[in-house]
Nanobody
Framework: VQLQASGGGLVQAGGSLRLSCVVAGRTFSSYVMGWFRQAPGKEREFVAAITRSGSTTFYANSVKGRFTISRDNARNTVYLRMNSLKPEDTAVYYC????????????????WGQGTQVTVSS
């Protein structure tokens, strides 16, 4: 399974970005999808997750109300819309997939994309 994340960049505080993650293969709708991030010198942390159908989503408290995860199963793509960005959101953002686990533990995700850099300037 290959995951390809894109959409990162440099943005000013208060701005917005939309990340995309395309998953190769025919079984995208079988995966629970998640977004994680890792800032320099810090551990990888959970950002958001979405169930297979997209009917249920789950967010870290630090991004709740600002970020929105969604998916398009016809396009094999999961998105992360990020609004009201803050300098502390600066990190490499990773998409991840697994078959059964809907939660925050990165060790439970089986497949990972390569990451896309998001930098928020103050």
């Amino acid at each position: 399974v290959q995951l390809q994340a894109s959409g990162g960049g440099l943005v000013q505080a208060g701005g917005s970005l939309r990340l995309s993650c395309v998953v190769a293969g025919r079984t995208f709708s079988s995966y629970v999808m998640g977004w994680f991030r890792q800032a320099p010198g810090k551990e990888r942390e959970f950002v958001a997750a979405i169930t297979r159908s997209g009917s249920t989503t789950f967010y870290a408290n630090s991004v709740k109300g600002r970020f929105t995860i969604s998916r398009d199963n016809a396009r094999n793509t999961v998105y992360l819309r990020m609004n009201s960005l803050k300098p502390e959101d600066t990190a490499v953002y990773y998409c991840a997939a697994n078959f059964n686990y809907y939660g925050m533990d990165p060790a439970m995700y089986d497949y990972w994309g390569q990451g896309t850099q998001v930098t928020v300037s103050s």
